[in-house]
Structures are given as structure tokens and as C-alpha cells.
């Protein structure tokens, strides 16, 4: 797709810097918002979400997910709304909706062909819309542009211009920041690379990368988080092996990582809306091409079980120690995807609380991150208001700061005698001296 036509005399970084035109961002979810804010100190932004109470919030300078300071909303022309009509004010417009995928893990394109029709009804010539959202190879081409131009009337190429930028933002990660990681930026046309480039620059302190074309691009970033899946069911396997033999799997790997050019990845739980998500996207797009990728898919299988894998540790050490299953109570700390942060969006630990639920146990939530409400609403599961004083087991599942600085004397004041401590992510390693312990 390769038409370089001019189709505005002023190149479009120029009318949003003199503010002439809005840029506008759709989806403010944790890629979305820092984005609107960020263009917000140079640009005149339209913040858009379909969900009016987040936007309400965000108004109020709150983050609903809870990674952005009220002061970093401070001095920024980011106008928020939930009305689509307001779409029609920009020319520049960024779609970072969710790219989920179903119960049967293929991909769900709702929302991206939602925000894709809701742009197209207000698309005019010399417009651009770029992509953040992650998809397979071909998705931005073959799935969004046809829904843009049937929306709008206009074709690619001659009226209006696509690029695909995809996001790498990481909750949580305040030293690997959107602005200081190199952008990943592609066009439909030399023309359209140009100017994507030159918007992006303006808030990229560590610049741009100019993709091939936008395929390039979108597989660039769907294989980013197929790598390191692929590198933690490794390790996850290597922990099965492991605790066969009696060795501790975080014992192996600082040893082995004397060596200079051996990577350090550990065994866990591999959740949240991009690593866990991510490869079925590529699996999908092979398998609809002829080609059923093996190590890809052995990987999933073999993070999809480590729940069920630790729910079975949990349930041995109870029974190890002489006590009734179906009377033993089990506290889980820890419920979002990954360490401080709220998101609990296929987080693998509700997994595991399932697997433990279904051998009759009384489970027990804690989280000092994540919204009661919206573990309840989401999952269908209460979250414990107090911590009691008489579990048998408690599985410490995520590593939030709150739980770094806890010791055996802790766990012994939440715990009946002979109790065990199943700290998935080595937290308490060789710390334990009276408790059962394990670890992956």
C-alpha cells in the first residue's frame, strides 16, 4: 500500500504545534492517557473514552489506573470527553483501545473496530490515524483501514493517511518511561512515515524508529512479547524439572548467570493484557496462513498451567502437615497481574484461586492495589476485608513493596502451627527457618 500523494499543504506536525487542529487519543486506558498527557504539553488533545466515569475522573486530575500523579495532569491543553461527536474537532487521532482475546484464545477486534468506525464517521481529507493498539501482521491493512474507508467515504493514500506506532509502556516501570524508550513508528506511504514521525518526535526524548511498513512494525511488537514469554516458560519448565530434584530453581539461575551472556528470567505467573496475550495473536494470524507455530503454542500451554501447578504445591503442603482439605483455609496476597500496580486484567492468580476453590478450600484475597469492586465485578469474587489469624497456607503471589519487608514472625501471626508459606515469586528465600516453605 504504497501511495505517496500530497493531500494537505501544510504538513500536519504544523497545524498541531500551532494548535490549528486537535490531536486526539482514543482509549485512555494505561497506554492512552500517559500519551494524551504527553502530547498534552505540546499539542491541543482530545482525550476520548467510551466510559464516562473514567472520564470523570480523569477530569478531576484522578488515573483510574492509578499510575499518573495528580500533578502530572497539571499545565497539560488535554481536554477529556466521552462524547463521540467531539471526535470531528481533530485531525491527528491515536487509537489505544484494549486488543483482548476470547475464553477460546483467539483474538477479540471489537473494540479496535469499534474506535476504527467511530474515527471513519469523522474522518476528512488530510487527516491521519495511527495505531497503538497491539495486533497481528496485516491487522491495521487488512481489518481497520476497510472499516475507515466505508465509514468515511475517503481512501486511503489520496485523502487520508494510517500509520501504526505500537505502544511499549509498562505499568509499573517508572525508569523505562514512554518518553525515554525509542518509538516504533510506520505509514501507509513514505509521506505519511514522515509526518507520524515528526508528531512523535515531539515527545519522544529517545526518538524514532521508522519501520519498513506498518507489518513490520506490528510484528515487531507482537514477537517483543512472544520473546519473553517464551523465555519465562523456559524457566517455568525448568522449575517443574527442579523441584523434582530437590533444587531451587532462583539457586540455578544466579549461578548460571555468572556467565556473560546467559539472561536472567524467572519462573512465575505469566498474566496481564500483553505477555499472556500478546503470541495468540501471532499463533492466530500463522494458523489462518497454513502454519501451526509449536514452540509458541508450547509455551502458552506450559504459563496457562502454572497455576494449576501451584495450587497443587499449596494442596500437598497441607496435606503434608496432617490437616483436613476441606476444612483448611488459605490466604492468597496479592491479585493484580504484576507488582504495584491495579490492574488485575488476566491476572493468572484468579486461576489459581479457582484451582484451590474447587478442591473445597476457604480462600482468603488480599491486595493493597487492587479495587474490591472491580475484583467482584470482574471475576465474580470477594476480597477479604481483614486478614485473620488461622490460615494453614498462605500464598504470597505478587511482589508488591508492601510484602517485601514482612518476616517468618509475620507469617507465624496469620498462621495455625504447622502451616506452610508458598511464596511464588522468591521473596523470602533461605529466610524461613520454622515454617513449610516453597517456592517455584
Known amino acids: 500500500m504504497q501511495v505517496a500523494t500530497q493531500i494537505t499543504a501544510k504538513p500536519i506536525y504544523d497545524l498541531l504545534i500551532e494548535k490549528q487542529t486537535k490531536l486526539a487519543v482514543i482509549g485512555l486506558g494505561y497506554v492512552g492517557l500517559p500519551i494524551a498527557l504527553e502530547f498534552g504539553k505540546h499539542f491541543s488533545v482530545l482525550g476520548f473514552d467510551i466510559n464516562e466515569q473514567r472520564v470523570e475522573m480523569m477530569r478531576n486530575a484522578v488515573d483510574p489506573s492509578q499510575e499518573i500523579t495528580k500533578e502530572e495532569f497539571e499545565g497539560k491543553d488535554v481536554v477529556f470527553s466521552s462524547s463521540v461527536s467531539d471526535l470531528a474537532k481533530a485531525k491527528f487521532y491515536v487509537i489505544a483501545v484494549p486488543t483482548p482475546v476470547t475464553k477460546y484464545k483467539v483474538p477479540d477486534l471489537k473494540p479496535l473496530k469499534k474506535a476504527s468506525e467511530s474515527v471513519g464517521r469523522f474522518l476528512k481529507p488530510g487527516d491521519y490515524v495511527v495505531y497503538e493498539s497491539t495486533v497481528y501482521p496485516g491487522c491495521t491493512e487488512e481489518d481497520c483501514i476497510p472499516i475507515l474507508e466505508e465509514m468515511s467515504g475517503l481512501k486511503v493514500g489520496k485523502d487520508f493517511k494510517v500509520g501504526y506506532s505500537p505502544e511499549r509502556i509498562n505499568p509499573g516501570d517508572k525508569e523505562h518511561t514512554l518518553t ?14 514522515g509526518n507520524v514521525a515528526a508528531v512523535y518526535e515531539a515527545i519522544i526524548d529517545a526518538g524514532v524508529y521508522r519501520a519498513k511498513s506498518i507489518k513490520v512494525a506490528e510484528a515487531a511488537k507482537v514477537i517483543e512479547n512472544t520473546q519473553r514469554d517464551l523465555n519465562i516458560a523456559l524457566m517455568n519448565e525448568l522449575a517443574l524439572i527442579f523441584d523434582r530434584m530437590e533444587i531451587n530453581t532462583h539457586d540455578v539461575v544466579e549461578a548460571a548467570g555468572t ?3 546467559f539472561m536472567k528470567y524467572f519462573p512465575g505467573l505469566v498474566g496481564g493484557h500483553c505477555i499472556g496475550v500478546d503470541p495468540y495473536y501471532l499463533t492466530y494470524k500463522s494458523m489462518e496462513l497454513g502454519y501451526k507455530p509449536e514452540v509458541i503454542l508450547s509455551g502458552r500451554r506450559i504459563n496457562d498451567d502454572i497455576s494449576s501447578y501451584v495450587a497443587k504445591k499449596a494442596i500437598q503442603m497441607i496435606i503434608r502437615s496432617g490437616k483436613n482439605i476441606s476444612k483448611a483455609k488459605v490466604l492468597v496476597m ?15 492468580i484468579f486461576d489459581l484461586v479457582s484451582e484451590l476453590e474447587s478442591f473445597s478450600l476457604k480462600v482468603d484475597m488480599a491486595d493493597p492495589h487492587a479495587s474490591v469492586e472491580e475484583v467482584e465485578y470482574e471475576y465474580g469474587k470477594q476480597m477479604t476485608e481483614q486478614i485473620d489469624d488461622d490460615y494453614d497456607c498462605v500464598i504470597v503471589a505478587v511482589k508488591h513493596n508492601e510484602y517485601l519487608d514482612l518476616d517468618e514472625a509475620y507469617f507465624k501471626s496469620i498462621t495455625n502451627e504447622r502451616s506452610g508459606i508458598v511464596d511464588i515469586k522468591s521473596i523470602y528465600l533461605d529466610q524461613f527457618e520454622e515454617l513449610d516453605y516453597w517456592t517455584l
Open 259 to 261: 556467565k556473560w551472556n
Open 180 to 193: 525515554n524508550v525509542i518509538k516504533v513508528v510506520s505509514g501507509c506511504d513514505e509521506e505519511a512515515l
Open 334 to 348: 496479592g491479585v493484580t497481574f504484576k507488582e504495584n500496580v491495579s490492574d488485575i486484567r488476566n491476572s493468572k
